[in-house]
């Protein structure tokens, strides 16, 4: 009976995070479409990143205390109907303000979201959890793919990608009704949580535990600055693949969305594989061959800008090589300290932070320097990622007695 509750509390988690895929990719195939809507250029709807980003920030930051005093399947159902309200407002927005406003709502429902699918997985699973982590992200990959194959047939049927937001709005609605169905995992913080030894100790004398707690503080920030990077890569290469294709010409529309596919498939397939890979090799191993993946892409995209297929080719070695570099980084956390709600939110914040501030540093930029930008702004933000990975790889080489590698 355990092991059915789990095997539906675990499916209702990869369901919450299709939607929460299908909402986040949507933004970039979108943006010329809301741009038009409000009225704008591309350096003002270029705001809608950083106002989601910013919303994802505060649902993270403030959503860990609500995981950790109620039950998590009722916060996160109420985190997707309000997306599914927000969605349903999009196109119906005729300034940006507004748009800013209900942008920044979405996030902040999607943030929590977001904490709420990683913590309670942790919650269910504790130290078996890593190859379910990286199946968890997985299904938000698969929600990223979907979500502009939905946004092309919409544009052939409707002429407007941002009717897709209805379409998105409708799918994701029977998920909370899912989750309502289903008992929430206790948190590690309530008497009842569960019981299971974190991977770093933190008994014994006082001076140890103080030097535990500076060791963990130290971690969880390195690893949150670490996801910020990680995100802000992400949600400027998804987010601005679709506009560099149109706008240097590369190709219209479709091939714009197509390469925005590519990229989430490739995310979708490097999860996948990365289900299989969690459980047989060490997190920092798993992170250096990811970044070094990355590099590798971006330059084949800049060493041939113009051309379709390297661009292709880099698309799906970047959306590859990024795939399990979230779901990898939390597991490295998980197996260094407790993973508390609010551990879990203020990890996200670091995302959400990157996520907001990257992407708007390349479209306050992609018009006056130019789309390749974009690229050269990725290239900056993995190299800041792998200086804060060697950071990271350097502690614990000096604490080779706390946790495993």
């Known amino acids: 009976m355990y092991d059915r509750t789990r095997r539906a509390q675990t499916a209702a988690y990869f369901i ?181 030894a974190p ?56 091939l714009g969305a197509y390469l925005t596919s590519v990229f989430w498939a490739s995310l979708t397939a490097g999860r996948l594989i990365g289900v299989g890979i969690a459980a047989r090799v060490r997190p920092r191993t798993i992170l250096l061959g990811d970044l070094i993946g990355c590099f590798i892409s971006l330059g084949i995209a800049l060493l041939w800008p113009s051309h379709v297929g390297a661009i292709t080719i880099a698309s799906a070695g970047i959306g590859l090589s990024m795939a399990s570099i979230y779901p990898t980084a939390l597991t490295f956390a998980e197996r260094r300290m407790k993973i508390t709600g609010r551990v879990t939110g203020l990890l996200i914040v670091g995302g959400s932070a990157g996520g907001m501030i990257v992407p708007l540093i390349v479209g306050q930029l992609f018009d006056s320097v130019g789309p390749r930008v974009m690229m050269f702004t990725v290239l900056a933000d993995l190299t800041l990622a792998l200086m804060i990975y060697v950071l990271l790889v350097a502690g614990q080489s000096k604490s080779r007695g706390v946790g495993e590698n």
């Open 199 to 254: 991977s770093t100790s933190t008994e014994a004398l006082p001076v140890e535990a103080a030097r535990t707690d500076l060791a963990n503080s130290r971690i969880l920030w390195l690893i949150a600055l670490l996801l910020g990077l990680y995100v802000g890569g992400e949600v400027s290469y998804g987010g601005w693949i679709y506009s560099y294709v149109v706008q240097t010409k590369l190709g219209d529309e479709n």
């Open 16 to 196: 919450a995070f299709v939607a929460l895929g299908l909402g986040m990719a949507a933004l970039g195939p979108t943006l010329p479409g809301l741009a038009s809507q409000t009225h704008v250029k591309t350096g003002g709807i270029s705001y809608l990143f950083t106002l989601r980003s910013f919303g994802f920030l505060l649902g993270s930051l403030f959503s860990g205390r609500f995981y950790d005093r109620l039950p998590g399947h009722r916060v996160m159902a109420a985190m997707i109907a309000s997306m599914a309200a927000t969605m349903a407002l999009l196109p119906l927005v005729p300034s940006l303000g507004m748009l800013l406003t209900v942008m920044l709502a979405l996030g902040t429902a999607e943030g929590a979201l977001g904490v709420g699918g990683n913590a309670l997985l942790v919650w269910v699973y504790q130290r078996r959890v890593p190859p379910y982590m990286n199946a968890l992200h997985f299904f938000y990959g698969v929600g990223g793919l979907i979500s502009p194959l939905i946004i092309a047939k919409t544009l052939d049927l409707k002429g407007d990608t941002v009717f897709s937001y209805f379409v998105f709005a409708v799918v994701i609605l029977p998920a909370p009704a899912f989750l309502l169905a289903l008992p929430s995992p206790p948190s590690p913080s309530s008497p009842t949580g569960p019981s299971e």
